[in-house]
């Protein structure tokens, strides 16, 4: 195998992510007796797949309205116009917009879908004036207002 190739994700790879994507904080060697490894093998496996790119980030999920942002909108943004330049300058002003916590470029009836977290209705209402309505290429936009938030997290199958 080459010097910078990476093994495949193996089952013991995935029992580990399966554990250790609910709570970075659980030891490794809890991990191992879980999925049947020694601490330093579930150590050196962890440490593989952040090189890897399989841990993409290992972060604390902050809960919203205890931090005074109870607003989360789901928004369908139309462009007029699509090319390649204009589809990245979008791509880049979502990703500098702090109230923008997720989006994606999609097919069906937006271009793109946001989800947009705010402390209040003004303060979204502030955030489309300066961010969507102030874009000549942004066609049009709708908004989902969420009224709960019944399951929100970034664990994967495994």
């Known amino acids: 195998m080459p010097m910078d190739a990476q093994p495949p994700?193996?089952?013991?790879?995935?029992?580990?992510?399966?554990?250790?994507?609910?709570?970075?904080?659980?030891?490794?060697?809890?991990?191992?007796?879980?999925?049947?490894?020694?601490?330093?093998?579930?150590?050196?496996?962890?440490?593989r797949l952040r090189a890897s790119g399989a841990i993409e980030a290992e972060v604390a999920q902050l809960s919203p309205r205890a931090l005074g942002l109870p607003v989360t909108c789901i928004v369908g943004v139309d462009l007029r116009v699509e090319t390649s330049a204009e589809l990245a300058r979008f791509k880049n002003r979502m990703g500098t917009r702090a109230e923008v916590q997720q989006c994606?470029?999609?097919?069906?009836?937006?271009?793109?879908?946001?989800?947009?977290?705010?402390?209040?209705?003004?303060?979204?209402?502030?955030?489309?004036?300066?961010?969507?309505?102030?874009?000549?290429?942004?066609?049009?936009?709708?908004?989902h207002v969420v009224l709960d938030r019944v399951k929100s997290g970034t664990s994967l199958p495994l």
């Open 9 to 47: 994700i193996d089952a013991f790879d995935r029992k580990i992510l399966a554990r250790y994507q609910h709570g970075t904080l659980v030891s490794a060697a809890a991990i191992g007796a879980e999925v049947g490894l020694s601490a330093a093998a579930v150590q050196r496996r962890l440490k």
């Open 104 to 143: 994606y470029y999609v097919t069906g009836q937006a271009d793109f879908v946001l989800v947009v977290i705010a402390a209040s209705m003004e303060d979204y209402e502030a955030f489309t004036r300066e961010t969507l309505l102030a874009d000549e290429n942004v066609q049009g936009f709708t908004t």
